[in-house]
C-alpha cells in the first residue's frame, strides 16, 4: 500500500498545481477579455467561455499525460496509446476494465481516479464562475438598458 502512495502522491500533487495553474490562466485570460468587451455578444460570450473550457479541458488531457507517462515508466504499457488510453479511462473514473495493469500497480488506478474527481471538479468550478459572470454582466447590462441609463457609465 505504502508503494502505491509513494508513487501515486507525488503525481497527485504535481497534477493538482497543473490544474491550478491551467485554472488560474484561464481565469486571468477571461478577466482581461471580460475587461476589455465594450458591448454584450452572444457570439463573443461563446467564444470568450468556450476558451475557458478549452483551457481547463487541455489542463486535464496533460494530467491524463503525466499518468500515462507514469504507466509507461512502471513498464505497464508497451505504448503511449495504451497507456493514454488505461489513464483516460481512470481519470474520468470510467472503469471499463478491459485493459488493466499487473497486480504489482493496479491499485494506482484508483488513486488517478481520486485525482480526476478532483480535478473535474475544479474545471468546473472554474466555467461556473465564468459562467455566472457572464450572467451578471448580462443582467446588468440588461438592467441598465431597461432604466434607460447610459449603459457606458
Not at 476558451?51 to 499525460?65: D, E, K, P, R
Not at 485525482?115 to 465564468?130: D, E, K, P, R, Y
Request: hydrophobic content about 50%; overall charge neutral; aromatic content about 12%.
Amino acid at each position: 500500500m505504502l508503494r502505491y502512495l509513494v508513487t501515486g502522491l507525488p503525481v497527485i500533487v504535481f497534477c493538482m498545481v497543473l490544474q491550478a495553474a491551467f485554472a488560474a490562466k484561464a481565469m486571468k485570460y477571461y478577466a482581461r477579455i471580460r475587461e476589455a468587451r465594450q458591448g454584450a455578444s452572444q457570439w463573443r460570450d461563446t467564444a470568450l467561455l468556450s476558451s475557458v473550457m478549452v483551457l481547463t479541458l487541455i489542463g486535464n488531457l496533460a494530467q491524463i499525460s503525466i499518468w500515462a507517462g507514469l504507466f509507461m515508466v512502471l513498464d505497464q504499457f508497451n505504448d503511449f496509446s495504451t497507456a493514454f488510453y488505461h489513464s483516460c479511462v481512470n481519470f474520468v473514473t470510467l472503469g471499463y476494465g478491459d485493459i488493466v495493469m499487473n497486480e504489482r500497480w493496479r491499485l494506482l488506478g484508483p488513486l488517478e481516479g481520486a485525482n480526476g474527481i478532483l480535478m473535474f471538479g475544479v474545471s468546473t468550478a472554474v466555467m461556473t464562475a465564468a459562467v455566472m459572470d457572464v450572467i451578471k454582466f448580462n443582467m446588468h447590462r440588461l438592467g441598465e438598458i431597461g432604466s434607460g441609463s447610459d449603459p457606458s457609465a
